[in-house]
C-alpha cells in the first residue's frame, strides 16, 4: 500500500515514539515493534519517530536506519509516520530525508540548526534546507526553543509558508507559547495557506491549545488514549468534557513533563503497562532511582482509582 | 512587639507577594495594603516580598524602600517577612539587608549573582556575602536557576550550612529538581543541621516535594489558602486527601505556572479576586489581550464548579 | 554653554569611561576628574558614561546621578557625552534619559532588555522605549549580544532607523560581527539614513571595522591616544599607517579585551598611568594577583619599549 | 611502527586539523594527505583530528572512520596522533575511542556531555567515560565552555587527574581562562601529578600561557611554523624573543581568532597556502564574501611584508 503523504489536514495525534533500548543499551527491536502495536492499538492517528525524546542524537546512523525501517515496516502504512532528520549538517539531513521517503515515511521533521539568532538567520536555514530536500518532502518544522535555543517568530514561520508549500505542519513546543499558536492560527484570516498545527510540551496545555485553534498533539505521553480521546472530543466541540477527561491524568502527565527527567518517567511507563521490555535511557541520561520509582508507582495507582471512580 | 527572626524551624506558605502597581506604573500603596490584608486572610504563614515575581529589578531604590516598610508596617509583625535583596553589587546587598532588618524583617532572600558557573565559584559568592552580612541576619537561599542561570549543586549548599549558621532556609526552585530536594533533605542523615525547605515553581509539583520532605512553599500562587491547606494536611500526614484537593486547583496552577506571562496572569486573578486593584505588570512585560483573559475567566470558572462540586 | 546634540556625524573616539572607586568601594570623585581630564587630554571626541564597562549595574540611582553630573560638569560641553540608560524598567529609563538630557548630556546609549528572543521582540522593545522618550532624544544603540543575550539583527536596525530619527548611532559589538558592520554601513545605498557607527570590543578588530566603514570608536581601552590617532589616520584614508601604530598596541590591546578580568586590567592600568587613584572594581567582581600584575606590567613594558623603537 | 601513547610529558604543537571537504562538500582525501604534509612539514609535534574545527558533528560515522584511518596511515607514526571522540552517547564514545587505539591513534580527545552544572555533574560524566575506556586509552580533557557551555573547574580536574591515571593532558581553551590555567599547573605544589596543557583559543594568548607554564599549543592556526617556533623559543626560555615572533602574526592570529567565521578564515588560508585544494566549509556553515576575501588578504600580505622586514 503507498503511504499518503503528510499534508495540511493532519489531525489527531501524532505520537512521540521511544526508542526502546536493552538494559545493555543495545535496541531492542522486539520492544520497537511492541511499542508500535501498543501505540496503534490506543489509537494515535499517526507516529514521529527519532525525535529528540527517541534519543536520535544517540544513535548511530546504522542505527537511526534499523530503527526507521522497522517502524515504518510494523506500522505499514496504516498512519502517517514522521520521520526526524535534524542534523548539524546539512548532507545528513538531505540524505535521511530522502532515505525515509524512500522507505514510506509520510514527511520529515526538522528542527533549526544551533546557534541560529535572527529572524533572516532561521529563515535562510530552513529556507536552504527546503531547496535542497525539494517540494515533494512534506516538513514540520519542530520549533522548541528549550531544547535547541533558536526562537522562530511567527514571522519566519508565516514567510516559511508563504514560499515553500511543503511546509505543511508545525509542531508547536515553544513555552509559554499559546499566544503564539493563536497568531499563527490566525494567518489564513490573512488569506495565507493555513497549515496544520500539532502541540508539544507533553501535552500540558492541551485543552486550552485546542481551544485556540490547535489541530492536535505531537507528544510522547505514556497514556496516549487519553491525548486521543481529547483530540476527538476538540474536534466535536465537547472541550469541557474533553478538560474533563485531561484534568484526570493531568497530575501524571505533569509529573513526566519534567524535563530531561520525563523521558525514564515515561519509559518506566511504558514499561509498567507492558509497551516494552526495559526502561532503559542512554547514557548520559536520567535513571529512576527508589524514590523516584515510589513515587511514579504513587501517582499511577492515584490515576487508576481517580479514572475508577470516574466511571 | 519585636520580630521573631527566621529560623530552621520554618514552615508553611510564605507567598511570594506581588507588587501592585497602579495602571499608569506607579506604586499602588492602597493595593499593597489590601493585598497584605488579603493574604493574611488565606492564612499564609509568612510573607516573602521583593523577590523577581515582585519585580524588584524594576523598582528604584526609593520604591523598594517604601514597598518594605509598607507591608511591613501592615503585616506589623503578625507573621515573618522575609525580603529579596539580590543586586549585582554585594555593598547593596548590605545596605538593603541590614536596613530591612532594622525595620522589622525576619530575614532576607539572596540569589546568587550572575554569572557564576563553578561549585567554588558559588560558595565563594554566598560566603562572602556571608560574611558582610554577619551572623545575626538570617538567610534564606535561593535557588532558581531557571532565572539566574546560576546551578547551586547539593554540595554547595551543605558546604554553606555546615560553615554558616545564618543559613536557615532553602527556597528550592530548580527544575527538575526533587532529587536535589531529597539530596538536601538528607543532609541532617549525616549530622548535617536541619534547615527549612520550602518550594517554589508556583508549586506545580508540591504534593510530591511535600512527601519528600519539603516543609512548605514559598511561591506566589493567587489562591494561597489552597498551598495553607495543602501544607497543613501534608504536616497531618494526610498526603492523599492533600493531593485531592491540590489537583482541583493544578489546571489553573498549570496555567499561572507559564514563565513571565504567568506574572500578569497572577496578578490579573488578585484583582478579580479583590486583592488589589489594578494589574499592571511594569513594561518592559507580559500584557493579557482578550483571549487571553477570556481563557483565564474559563480557567477560574471550571475552578469554582470544581470546588462546588467537591462539597 | 549649551550642549550640542549627538547626531549621525558623529566621528572619533567616544571614550568608555570607567567609574573610579576608592579602595573601600565608595565612589571616588576625586579620580573621577582626575579620569576626565586624562581622557580629554588624550583626545577624546567623546564620552560614553554609564556603560556596562562603567559598572552602571553595580551603583545605586544616588550615585548614577552624582557620576553623571560630576562627568558633566567637569566636561563643560567641551565634548559631547552619552549616558548610558539601560534598565529593566521603561519607566527608569526614561526618567534617567529626561535627567541626563536637563544636565547637558548629547544623548543617550540604550541596550536591549534581557529576554528578547525574535525581530519583532527587539523592534518593539525599542520602539517603545523610543515612544516614551520623544524625538528630541539622540539615542545610541548599544549592539552587544555576547553581554546581554540579544540579537538585534541589520533588519532591525534598519526598521529603527527608518522610524525613528532620534536614532543616530550604533554601538557595533556583536563578535564575530564585520560583516553586519558592512551590512548597516550599506543602508545608505539603499537611500536609507546614514547613521554614526563607533565600534566597541576593545577596539579589537579596529583597523579592520573602519576598513569597512565605522565612523570611530566606543571602548575604554586604557591608551585612548592610540584610538584616536588611528580614528585621524583612518579618516585620511592612511590605513597602512594607522594598523602599524595599531598593531604596536595589540598585544596589550588583546589582554586587555578579556571580558570580565579585562576591566581591572583597564583599571589597574589607568592608575599605572596615573588617571586614577584605586584599581578598585565592585563587588562581586575581578580581583589581580601578583601573578596578573607582573604579567600586565611585562605587556606595559614591551609597549613602552616598541613605541621607543618605533621613534 | 607501533605508536607511542599518548602522556603527561607531551609539549610543542598538536594541531588542530582541519577536514578538508571538495566544492561539493565531500570527503577530500587528496587533500587530507596533503594538509597532513604540511602540518608534518611546518614541524608540528602531534596532531588532534576530528575535533569541533574538525566538523566532527559534521560527519557521517563512515567518514569520521576514513579521515581517521587516512590521516593515521599518512602521519605513520612519526608524530602522535589524539582523536576526538565526543559524542552524545557513552556507547559511541567507546566504540569510536577503542577503534581509533586499534588503528594506532596515540589517544582520544572527550569534551563533557551537554547540559552538566555542577561540578559533581561534570566529575561523574567524565568519571564514568573513564571506567568504560579503561586505564589503557590516555585522555585529553578539553575544556571549551565557550562551546560546550559546561564549565569544569579547577577542582573537578584535580579530581580527575587524581583519580585517572589515563587523564594525561588538558586542552586549556576557557577564556578568560589564564588564572585557571596558573591554578591547574600548580597542581604537583601539591604533590599532585603534573599532566600537559596544551592551549586553544587560537592561541591568542600563547606567549603569556607559555609563561605561566603551559606546555605548548593544540589549536589550528594557519601559520603553524610560527606556533611551533614560539613554543620552541618557550622551551629555552627565550620569552621575549618567543612573542616578538608572536606578535607578528598576531593581527592575523585574531582574524581567524573570529568564532564560527574563523574556521572558514582558517580553511581559506590554508588553500592559499597551497596546503588544500578547497576551503569548503560544511553547511550550514559560514561563507566568505568578496569583502571578507579581500580583508583576508590584505592581513596576509601585511604579514608577508613584516616577516620580510623582521628578516
Redesign the interface.
Known sequence: MPTKKLNEDATGVYIIAATPFTDQ?ELDLESTDSLTDFYLEKGVTGFTILGMMGEA??????ETLTVMSRVLKRVNSRVPVVVGVSH?????VERLSKTAMEQGAAGVMLAP?A?L?????VYN?YA?VMKVLGADIPVCLQDF?QATNV??????INRLIDDFPQVVMLKHEE??G??KL?EVRAGPEERRRRISILVGNGG??LP?EM??GADGAMTGFAYPEMLVQVCALCEQKKF?QA?DLF?LY??LL??EF?????LALRKETLKRRGAIRYAFV???GPVL?A??HA?LGR?IA?LEKSLADAR
Open positions: 543499551g542524537p544517540k544513535l548511530t546512523e546504522l548539524a549538517s546539512n548532507q545528513h540548526a546557534n539568532k535572527t529572524d533572516d538567520q536555514y536552504t526553543p526562537y522562530t517568530s511567527v514571522a519566519v513555552m509559554p499559546m499566544r493563536s500540558l496545555f486550552q481551544l485556540r469541557d478538560e484534568n493531568l497530575p505533569r509529573h519534567q524535563y530531561g527527567l520525563g542512554r547514557k548520559p532511582n524514590t523516584d513515587e501517582l492515584r
